[in-house]
């Protein structure tokens, strides 16, 4: 599967974006669905997982509350709504699939997923 993530830019604090992450090539029935960022010089930070079993969503502490990550109901994309962003949010955001199931936690970690998508980037202003 491929992947495409969009809807990056420049927002100010407190604002909102909607980043969306499209598949070609396949659905994303099969797969659980994950958004990450890196901010420059830092490392792949997780931000956001939805399963395939779909039974529940993941997110780190410095995010939860203002981020959702969510699939559209022809399995095709998914996307993360982003609300009340902060400057410390600037980043590029990759979305990201993986084939595997009953992982529970294990969504949080970068070696649970099988495909990245290129980045988009998001610029938060103070």
């Known amino acids: 599967v491929q992947l495409q993530a969009c809807g990056g830019g420049l927002v100010q604090a407190g604002g909102s974006l909607r980043l969306s992450c499209a598949a070609s090539?396949?659905?994303?029935?099969?797969?659980?669905m994950g958004w990450w960022r890196q901010a420059p010089g830092k490392v792949r930070e997780f931000v956001a997982a939805i399963p395939w079993e779909r039974t529940t969503t993941y997110y780190p502490d410095v995010v939860k509350g203002r981020f959702t990550i969510s699939r559209d109901s022809a399995e095709t994309t998914v996307y993360l709504q982003m609300n009340s962003l902060k400057p410390e949010d600037t980043a590029v955001y990759y979305c990201a699939a993986g084939k595997g199931r009953n992982l529970g936690r294990r969504w949080m970690l970068p070696s649970t997923y099988d495909y990245w998508g290129q980045g988009t980037l998001v610029t938060v202003s103070s």
């Open positions: 090539g396949s659905s994303f029935s099969t797969y659980g």
